[in-house]
T-cell receptor, first 114, second 112 residues
């Protein structure tokens, strides 16, 4: 059983650069979620997709952030003009589109801004 | 506005004893609650969930209790094992929501 896969696991970049992360959900899951987690906090919701449609975006998701899921399978999260405050763990999760289905998480991409 | 709160940052328990982790929520629209376990350098792993139509759900050593009137849930681990040492997050969601709202986490340490 293949779980949620995220790539890369770690990303170090300079302030002002653009970065892109990829998430491959569990194959039969049509919902895909992005969260951000900083030290000492729980994951915070960023956005989610049902198939290729982006259904909700958090106010945390500034104009510099964009997420896509073009074919309803994998998703990408891009951050443009990175800032120090973007340093965090970016987590992807997926679930079935049924009532009360748990979300299953990948191991995350840790972003460090120099 | 912290809608889900875990007021104990850490808990230390002896192996074989019961671990009780607590969580409070404020949003009465939440009707689905979950517990996740997280080891360092890994993503959260789903443990157990409960919907608001129940007040208890068991899975092996793990039991979740829900008190809707108090807006409180708890996770009981019996017996606790050293491998249970991790950060535990409670999360809340529901049929009106796609997203989950997480607490800040409780670090559980089980001593041999």
């Amino acid at each position: 059983d293949t779980g949620v896969s995220q790539d890369p696991r770690h990303k170090i970049t300079k302030r002002g650069q653009n970065v892109t992360f990829r998430c491959d959900p569990i194959s039969e899951h049509n919902r895909l979620y992005w969260y951000r987690q900083t030290l000492g906090q729980g994951p915070e919701f960023l956005t989610y997709f049902q198939n290729e449609a982006q259904l909700e975006k958090s106010r945390l998701l500034s104009d510099r952030f964009s997420a896509e899921r073009p074919k309803g399978s994998f998703s990408t999260l891009e951050i443009q003009r990175t800032e120090q405050g973007d340093s965090a763990m970016y987590l992807c999760a997926s679930s079935l589109d049924r009532v009360n289905q748990p979300q299953h998480f990948g191991d995350g991409t840790r972003l460090s801004i120099l | 506005d912290q809608q889900v709160k875990q007021n104990s940052p850490s808990l230390s328990v002896q192996e074989g004893r019961i671990s009780i982790l607590n969580c409070d929520y404020t949003n009465s629209m939440f009707d689905y609650f979950l517990w996740y376990k997280k080891y360092p350098a890994e993503g959260p792993t789903f443990l157990i969930s409960i919907s608001s139509i129940k007040d208890k759900n068991e899975d092996g050593r793990f039991t979740v209790f829900l008190n809707k009137s108090a807006k409180h849930l708890s996770l009981h681990i019996v017996p606790s094992q050293p491998g249970d040492s991790a950060v535990y997050f409670c999360a809340a969601g529901g049929t009106s929501y796609g997203k989950l709202t997480f607490g800040q986490g409780t670090i559980l340490t089980v001593h041999p």
